[in-house]
Nanobody
Framework: VQLQASGGGLVQPGGSLLLSCAASGSIPSLTYMGWYRQAPGKRRELVARLSSVGSTYYQDSVKGRFTISGDNARNTVYLQMNILKPEDTAVYYC?????????WGQGTLVTVSS
C-alpha cells in the first residue's frame, strides 16, 4: 500500500491550502491518520492526528488554524490549513498508522511567503 499526498504549493501569509492523502489500497485496523512536517534543518514533527474513533490532536502552533479530517472507508485524510504563516513552511508528510505497520506518503512542499 502506498500513500499519495497532494495539495502543497506556494501561498502568501494569511492564505489557505488543503492537503490530501489517499492510500492505494485497503489498510486493515487503521488506528491513526496524521500529518507531520519537516522544515529545513529541523526534525520531523507531528502536526495533527485523527484517530479511528474520531479524536483529534493538534500541535499547539496550529490550533485554531488547521483542521484534520478523514474518511476511513476511503483511507483518505485531509489537512485544511488556514491563516498560514511563514513558519508553516515545510515538507508535509501524511502517515497512516496501525499497530502492525506505519505508512508514509512521499511529502508535499508547502511554502508560505510573500
Amino acid at each position: 500500500v502506498q500513500l499519495q499526498a497532494s495539495g502543497g504549493g506556494l501561498v502568501q501569509p494569511g492564505g489557505s491550502l488543503l492537503l490530501s492523502c489517499a492510500a492505494s489500497g485497503s489498510i486493515p485496523s487503521l488506528t491513526y491518520m496524521g500529518w507531520y512536517r519537516q522544515a529545513p534543518g529541523k526534525r520531523r514533527e507531528l502536526v495533527a492526528r485523527l484517530s479511528s474513533v474520531g479524536s483529534t490532536y493538534y500541535q499547539d502552533s496550529v490550533k485554531g488554524r488547521f483542521t484534520i479530517s478523514g474518511d476511513n472507508a476511503r483511507n483518505t485524510v485531509y489537512l485544511q490549513m488556514n491563516i498560514l504563516k511563514p513558519e508553516d513552511t515545510a515538507v508535509y508528510y501524511c502517515n497512516f498508522y496501525t499497530y502492525q505497520n506505519d505508512y508514509w506518503g512521499q511529502g508535499t512542499l508547502v511554502t508560505v511567503s510573500s
